[in-house]
Each structure stands twice: as C-alpha cells, then as structure tokens.
C-alpha cells in the first residue's frame, strides 16, 4: 500500500549537517502520521522524531531537540529530517516510517505504532 524510500545519508564531519529525504508512494500519504527512527550498530532501535498528517504537531526524542528538525511536503509526498550540529554520536542507519493513524496518539515514540518501514540510509559522523 506505502512505499518510504530514505535517501540523503552520508559522511559528513562533526558539527557539519545533513538532509535527509522519505518519499512515500501511496494514496494516502497526507493522511498518515511519520516518523523517524535510527539504529547504530549493537544497539535497539531508537526513536527521533514524529509529525502528524499535517505537519502541525511534532515529537522529538531528547537527545535530538534542537538539533533535528522533521518536516513534510504533503504536495510531494515526502518527509524530511534536517540533521544540525552532527555529533559522532548522531552515526547510525537512519529509518522513516509510516502509521496510517493521522495523529501522532500517546506514544508516538513507539516502533510498534508504524505500518511501513523504509530500507533505512546510512549516516556517518566522523570527529
């Protein structure tokens, strides 16, 4: 039904920033909550980011705020994440995700919410 294609990773050196993209095909794009995980090596999958179907209302994870903007373009179905202020730290394989719910609900930290998962673009931070 969705399809999330994450592009935009990359090395990239500490303080620098980095854009990256989710273009989702579907019917029903604007209508679907999104979000944004990633996972480093050896470690669980954490969660960054969350917008609800207009982009009105947002969630960030702690360690981000500040430093990680997610934004979206319902008019070319695609989702954003601005990295700022890149951290060693920051380096993972960076995930979008898909809930058909339009609202962000009570736990938009939550992988288990999320229909469709992209196949993840790879983030390098190096000091």
């Known amino acids: 039904q969705v399809q999330l294609v994450e592009s935009g990773g990359g090395l990239v050196q500490a303080g620098g920033s980095l854009r990256l993209s989710c273009a989702a095909s579907?019917?029903?794009?604007?209508?679907?909550?999104m979000a944004w995980f990633r996972q480093a090596p050896g470690k669980e999958r954490e969660f960054i980011a969350a917008?609800?179907?207009?982009?009105?209302?947002?969630y960030y994870a702690d360690s981000v705020k500040g430093r990680f903007t997610i934004s979206r373009d319902n008019a070319k179905n695609t989702v954003y994440l601005q990295l700022n202020s890149l951290k060693p730290q920051d380096t993972a394989v960076y995930y979008c995700?898909?809930?058909?719910?339009?609202?962000?609900?009570?736990?938009?930290?939550?992988?288990?919410?999320?229909?469709?998962w992209g196949q993840g673009t790879q983030v390098t931070v190096s000091s």
């Open positions: 579907g019917r029903t794009f604007s209508t679907y909550a």
């Open positions: 995700a898909a809930d058909q719910a339009a609202g962000l609900g009570p736990f938009p930290s939550a992988a288990a919410k999320y229909d469709y």
């Open positions: 917008i609800n179907w207009s982009g009105g209302s947002t």
